[in-house]
């Protein structure tokens, strides 16, 4: 038996990986022996879509380096010293990426481990929120929805999570799960009105969620300048500090920031991959993904399913942003979301909007982040490049055709991404 | 045999819906309602139509406040009541519901100007510099959805365009030759999106909002390597001068708003116009539609329909990329980092609004640099209204716009969707 | 003009589309391209007009051995198309539909929309093919539509002009129309090649017939007095009974009544217009009429997948108007839309899992909303062997069925649950013979089990081999009622709008 096959208005690539679709099936099936095959391709496509991003990447770094620059002035009366300075520019700067993102060697060697482990610390911390967005980013890709409202629903909901966490006094862990409720119904209530919009008068998804961004972004402007919400004695918008009794602890502490709230992330993951491999409601979810007219036809209530996957979608972004309003800031500022949200397309998008892929794309790009301001710290290659990784990464991913090409691979599968079908519904 | 065509039978046609004479009505007894009342009544508004030197001066409008305000408001009812006969003919409520939009922005100013000085012409002038980005950048996302391929890549297209602007000119030392340069950088951005949508068929959504990313991870990335390092080589550019158009820049109100600008604006005028012309009157523009609205039947006749899909998202990049010159050589010259802030998805809003005609989008973009203007002229003379309000306007609007109230928006026919050959 | 294919091989993945074909149309000849759904003749069309590259074989113009890289190939050398659907931009005029590709401009390449006016102007009058050119496509009814299409064809001097399926969305009269035109054409001394399925059209209308069967040509210069029966075993390859055995039965009580139904469309049109009808226990009723008269819309209303509907409609005791999809299939109505691959299948699901779309909230198939995949796959199994869906097993995707295979899919689905009514809508459309005779079978099956059934069908003679009673539409209304006994000629003329009086 398996699960129903990826629908194709999802992203038609993840057919090939199994994490939503534990189904066994008979090993000597011909779909079984495709799906394998199609599978080991993707693989390496994945792989060499990051050896070509991080092949871009290293020119960028290179050819900005200012001692690289320098060298070329004599680049020929000495021309080793740039080949030199192109490798010294483009090692250090993915070597302090990398550590920055895994493991601090020096500091191993001192025998610092607290020390040595914080960029993994940092890793997880980073990716906590990342990958509860991921998820609200993907939750509506299955129900054939392109959620770019994140962003917004994390700020709405940061609004809710901090009111019950600096306005109210409730025992220890109780409080945390309240404000954690609080944020969860806030984002579901900003991310519903777009299902509800699309299911009563078809407004595409793609315009409401980037307009509903800003509006919920000047809204928390807002309250932030108001009495009920402002820290006293502050004219700067932000927020009062949390009761201690609504924050995540820390798991290690001793200068590691890595809270309670990554297992609340994870924890997310499996919930979510239970009830979209599980329950009718992820059946229904992938019906309408896959086909929301023969959805229709069968009887479903195409809109109610719509309005049912950006409630989800809302609630993780609820509980992404509790994780720096409970967990590392403690405090709602209007910077609270960052750029989670757009990120989390990236990582919905790397992810093939499965659950499990999106915990692996989380971890990816957050470690990414982490290491990218270590990387900044210590040689000063900007932090930008990160992002500029980040993006070439999906495109080649989003274009296996193009990858193959670059790398003389066979293989004519014409798979691609596809989500969105033009503004008509 | 006959020779005449069928007649088809005229189906029978049920009542027109009633729900749009019922918003405009309600919305105006209601905004009407609450500016009058909360106008004070011994106060008195005073509107500025002069705006510099020009030849004939117009004197500044002293009201009263609440008669003001009431005055306006009636007119807006008026307008209101207008669309409910034009309804019941299922004619265009386009006239009426402006006219409804202005009267109830005269009614609110007349509120919220009340005991101050308020500045039509330069309210009018600031909207139509704020609105010149939205309006390159709707003319981008026209001329790339007309023929087809969906544009959310207008942000960064402008991005690149202020960036390489910024640097050309500042290089170079002259603003002209920054101003060639934008657009080439939003062409460049336009080719990425042109070559994964049409050559490997890339969700065009993802493509544009990943695309995005690039531009802001690029612009950043160089930004801080080399524009910080050596701002007066990299980020000094000058800032292009304005041109007053002998005897158009005396008109009184309009000639300061619309012919005392800088080239950019003259360019915005040429581009609007160009494009509305030759997307509806040329053979160019009738293939650009035919790719856009049935490539099948576009393919039939021996149309290369990516080819010229491929083309339109490069040319609507270059226009993207000249809209964001405005951003640094049009008006503060240096480029900062992320600084179009969202104005391409203002300018993605301002299509769809306009209904992906090159007038509309121009009329929605005005629309829209209005609102974000009127939110700055108020912050400066002190508004009831909390500025982040204000700030919503253009977003709201949008989204009434699309849920319908403000009529029925069609997507040209195969926007968004590949078209592969079998 | 003379236009050879010599030795024409297409194949798609392992599926040989065309497999050595080789036919000649000669001018001043209406050349008929005989075979059933998906024997390959829109694949050879689509070849010979350069929208796909053939594997092998070549195209041979008046002699000369051409290749056709594009359409505009095929346009240069001669040869005009009209398609199954309509090559027309819908928001354009017929004026910009026609000049479209082969636009007159004048400087800076500004159109010169009034000749391609005075262009069509001009061929129709020659043809005698009256269309206005500067109404909007979308705005005309498909047969004038079709008109566009060949005058489109004409005004680019197209000497050869292939027509595929012509007939498909024309009345009877229309198509007499059609035809007439057709052989006006020939007697300018055109090359017509007219692709069709229908028997009677081609013994009315062919000089001369080839006929293909599986990718293959299976009989040359078969002459148009070729008998029905003869030329039907040609195209399908064995014997075909073209009566359905339909054994007569007592019809019981009405199991859904109708009363005013209307449905309107977003412009506010109505597209179906007050209408009124009963369905009995037992009885089949087919609703005739041309595509395009509101039968879609109809059924969408009975199975409330039409937001815009009024009027009252009663399913037994219980009425129905105003529930949702999911009330009205729970009340025991089947439902088998009219295009399957749309709206029936979710195409990459498996087969056993399209089986349980509408029952998946449903005990056994899952309680309180966790699934049981097991029983679903096994109840996936037994349905494809009941139903005799050609597939390995029950886990592949839908989408990789034969488009008959889908149906039989999409029937067991409907059919497996207990029916008081089944609702086919174009339930053979596209299908091969083998696959009617089985979804015939099927429907008359449910009718002797006491189900009320409807079909909706623009097949004459399908009508006449399944209706017990037959409802004509027109522009959205009833046109009449009549019994199958009612001749050709006369339920033609139902659909084309003279009403029974």
Redesign the interface.
């Given at each position: 038996?398996?699960?129903?096959?990826?629908?194709?208005t999802g992203l038609s690539g993840s057919?090939t990986e199994d994490t939503l679709h534990p189904?066994t099936?008979p090993p000597d099936?011909?779909?079984g022996e495709l799906r394998r095959r199609v599978l080991s391709i993707n693989l390496a496509v994945t792989l060499l879509a990051f050896v070509l991003a991080l092949a871009i990447g290293a020119v960028?770094i290179a050819a900005?380096a200012?001692s690289v620059i320098e060298s070329l002035g004599y680049f020929f009366a000495r021309p080793f010293d740039t080949f030199a300075a192109v490798f010294n520019s483009v090692y250090s700067a993915y070597s302090a990426l990398f550590q920055g993102a895994l493991l601090d060697v020096n500091e191993l060697r001192e025998g610092d481990v607290s020390a040595a482990f914080y960029p993994l610390s940092e890793t997880f911390t980073v990716s906590a929120p990342l990958i509860l967005a991921g998820l609200a980013v993907a939750i509506p890709f299955r129900a054939g929805l392109?959620n770019?409202g994140a962003q917004g629903q994390m700020a709405f909901a940061a609004i809710g999570g901090g009111l019950v966490g600096f306005g109210l006094s409730l025992p220890a862990g109780v409080h945390l799960l309240a404000s954690l409720a609080a944020a969860m119904v806030f984002g579901a209530l900003w991310a519903g009105l777009v299902g509800l919009?699309k299911a009563?008068?078809?407004?595409?998804e793609?315009?409401?969620t980037?307009?509903?961004n800003?509006?919920a972004i000047?809204?928390l402007?807002?309250v932030l300048?108001q009495d009920w919400f402002q820290r006293e004695g502050r004219n700067d918008p932000i927020s009062p500090i949390l009761n201690e009794s609504a924050t995540f602890p820390l798991i290690f502490g001793g200068g590691l920031r890595i809270h309670f709230g990554i297992l609340f992330s994870i924890g997310a993951v499996i919930v979510v991959w239970w009830m979209m491999t599980?329950?009718?409601?992820g059946?229904?979810i992938q019906?309408v993904g896959?086909?929301a007219?023969?959805?229709?036809?069968?009887?479903?209530?195409v809109g109610r399913i719509w309005i049912v996957a950006m409630l989800w979608a809302g609630a993780m972004a609820g509980l992404a942003v509790s994780m720096n309003v409970n967990g590392t800031d403690k405090v709602v500022t209007a910077g609270i979301v960052g750029n989670i949200g757009?990120d989390a397309?990236?990582v919905a998008?790397l992810g093939r909007g499965s659950p499990f892929g999106v915990l692996a794309a989380g971890l990816l790009i957050g470690g990414l982040r982490a290491g990218g301001l270590a990387m900044q710290a210590s040689t000063g290659t900007?932090i930008?490049?990160?992002?500029?990784?980040?993006?070439?990464i999906?495109?080649f991913i989003?274009?296996p055709?193009?990858v193959r090409a670059v790398f003389r691979l066979r293989g004519k599968t014409?798979d691609?991404?596809?989500?969105?079908?033009?503004?008509?519904s | 045999m006959t020779l005449t065509a069928p007649v088809v039978p005229q189906a029978r046609i049920a009542p027109p819906s009633l729900t749009r004479p019922i918003i405009m009505t309600a919305s105006a007894l209601v905004l009407g309602a609450i500016f009058i009342l909360l106008s004070p009544m011994d106060a008195e508004t005073t509107f500025i139509f002069n705006l510099g030197d020009t030849f004939i001066s117009i004197p500044d409008w002293i009201v009263p406040s609440r008669t003001a305000a009431t005055g306006f408001a009636i007119a807006a009812l008026v307008c209101a009541a207008i669309a409910w006969p034009i309804n019941a003919r299922r004619g265009s409520l386009f006239l009426p519901a402006f006219g409804l939009g202005v009267f109830l922005v005269m009614s609110f100013l007349a509120w919220v100007g009340a005991d101050s000085l308020l500045p039509i012409t330069g309210l009018l002038q600031g909207s139509l510099l704020l609105a010149v980005p939205l309006i390159f950048g709707a003319m981008a996302g026209v001329l790339s959805e007309r023929a087809g391929v969906?544009n959310?890549n207008i942000e960064g297209q402008l991005l690149v365009g202020a960036f390489l602007g910024a640097v050309v000119a500042s290089l170079l030392n002259n603003a002209y030759l920054g101003l060639v340069a934008a657009p080439v950088a939003g062409a460049l951005l336009g080719l990425l999106l042109a070559v994964?949508a049409t050559r490997?068929?890339?969700?065009?959504?993802?493509?544009g909002?990943?695309?995005n990313?690039?531009a802001?991870?690029?612009?950043?990335?160089?930004?801080?390597?080399?524009l910080t390092?050596d701002p007066d080589l990299w980020n000094n550019p000058e800032v292009l001068p304005t041109i007053a158009i002998p005897v158009l820049s005396d008109i009184p109100i309009l000639g300061p708003i619309l012919f005392d600008q800088n080239v950019i604006v003259y360019l915005m005028y040429v581009v609007v116009t160009v494009v509305q012309i030759a997307l509806f009157k040329t053979r160019w523009g009738l293939r650009l539609r035919s790719v856009g609205e049935y490539p099948e039947a576009a393919d039939s006749v021996g149309i290369e329909v990516n080819r010229t899909r491929f083309r339109a998202v490069i040319l609507a990049g270059a226009v993207a990329g000249l809209g964001g010159a405005f951003f640094t050589l049009g008006s503060v010259g240096a480029f900062g980092r992320e600084m179009t802030a969202?104005n391409g998805?203002i300018a993605?809003?301002a299509v769809?609004f306009g209904r992906w005609n090159p007038i509309g989008a121009l009329a929605a973009a005005l629309l829209f640099g209005f609102a974000d203007n009127l939110q700055n002229v108020l912050s400066i003379i002190g508004s009831p209204i909390?500025s982040?309000?204000l700030?919503?306007l253009p977003?709201?609007v949008?989204?009434l716009a699309?849920?319908?109230l403000v009529g029925r928006?069609r997507?040209p026919g195969?926007?968004?969707?590949p078209f592969?050959k079998s | 003009m003379q236009l050879q294919l010599r030795g024409i091989t297409k194949r798609f993945g392992d599926l040989v589309a065309n497999d050595d074909i080789s036919v000649t149309f000669e001018p001043g000849q209406i050349h008929a391209l005989l075979g059933e759904n998906g024997a390959g003749k829109s694949t050879l069309m689509n070849v010979l007009y350069g929208l796909l590259q053939p594997d092998a074989g070549q195209i041979v113009v008046d002699g000369e051995p051409l290749v056709f890289h594009s359409p505009a190939g095929a346009i240069a050398a001669g040869i005009g198309m009209v398609h199954q659907h309509f090559m027309l931009v819908p928001v354009f005029t017929v004026a910009e539909n026609v000049e479209l590709g082969a636009e007159s401009v004048g400087p800076f390449g500004f159109l010169k929309t009034a000749d391609a006016a005075r262009a069509v102007e001009r061929v129709s009058a020659e043809y005698r093919l009256a269309v206005d050119p500067n109404a909007v496509v979308e705005d005309l009814p498909v047969g004038i539509q079709q008109r566009v299409e060949i005058v489109k064809a004409l005004t680019r001097e197209a000497q050869c002009v292939i027509l595929d399926e012509p007939t498909a969305v024309l009345t009877p009269q229309e198509t007499d129309e059609l035809l007439s035109i057709v052989r006006g054409l020939r007697d300018a001394g055109k090359t017509i090649v007219l692709i069709t399925h229908k028997l009677r059209e081609v013994r009315e209308a062919a000089d001369v017939i080839t006929v293909i069967r599986r990718g293959r040509v299976v009989a040359e210069s078969v002459s148009p007095q070729t008998s029905e029966v003869e030329l039907a075993s040609l195209m399908v390859g064995r014997e075909v009974s073209l009566v359905v055995d339909k054994p007569s039965l007592e019809v019981g009580e009405p199991v859904l009544r109708v009363n005013q139904l209307s449905v309107y469309d977003t412009l506010d049109r109505a597209i179906v217009d007050d209408v009124s009808f009963d369905v009995r226990a037992g009885e089949v009723l087919c609703i005739a009429g041309v595509q395009g008269n509101g039968q879609s819309e109809l059924v969408e209303a009975l199975?409330g997948?039409h937001d815009r509907s009024e009027g009252r409609i009663d399913l037994g005791e219980k009425r129905i108007d105003g529930l949702?999809?999911?009330g009205?299939?729970?009340l025991g109505v089947g439902?088998v839309?009219e295009?399957r691959e749309?709206?029936?299948?979710?195409?990459?699901?498996?087969l056993?899992?399209n089986m349980v779309?509408?029952t998946?909230?449903e005990s056994p198939w899952?309680r309180r909303?966790?699934?049981n995949?097991?029983l679903?796959?096994e109840n996936g199994q037994n349905l494809i062997e009941q139903y005799d869906v050609r597939a390995?097993?029950a886990?592949?995707?839908a989408s990789t069925l034969s488009g008959g295979n889908k149906q039989k899919v999409v029937l067991a689905r409907e059919m497996s649950r207990s029916l008081r009514l089944l609702i086919a809508s174009q339930p053979t459309r596209g299908l091969d013979v083998g696959s009617i005779e089985f979804v015939h079978r099927q429907i008359i099956q449910a009718r002797q089990s006491g189900v009320g059934v409807i079909v909706v069908s623009t097949e004459l003679d399908e009508v006449y081999a399944l209706a017990d009673r037959i409802l004509v539409m027109y522009a959205g209304r009833i046109a009449g009622v009549v019994t199958p006994d009612v001749g050709r000629d006369d339920l033609g003329l139902l659909m084309a709008g003279a009403t029974t009086s």
């Open positions: 038996m398996s699960e129903p096959s990826t629908p194709s057919k189904g099936e099936s011909l779909t960028l900005s200012p392109f770019i919009l009563k008068t078809g407004a595409h793609v315009i409401t980037i307009m509903l800003y509006i000047y809204l402007g807002w300048n599980k329950t009718t409601t059946f229904r019906t896959a086909n007219a023969a959805a229709r036809t069968a009887g479903m209530n757009f397309i990236t998008l900007p930008d490049i990160v992002l500029v990784l980040q993006a070439l999906v495109l989003a274009a055709a193009l014409a691609s991404l596809t989500i969105a079908k033009g503004w008509g | 969906i959310i994964f490997y068929f890339v969700d065009q959504v993802v493509v909002v990943v695309l990313v690039l802001v991870g690029l612009t950043g990335f160089l930004y801080s390597r080399f390092e969202g998805f993605l809003a769809i909390p982040q309000f700030l919503m977003y709201v949008t989204i699309v849920v319908g928006v997507a195969a926007d968004g969707i592969r | 199975v997948l949702s999809t999911k009205i299939l729970d439902y839309p295009d749309h709206d029936g299948l979710v195409g990459s699901f498996s056993a899992h779309l509408d998946i909230g899952s909303g966790v699934i995949y097991g679903i796959n390995t097993n886990q592949v995707a």
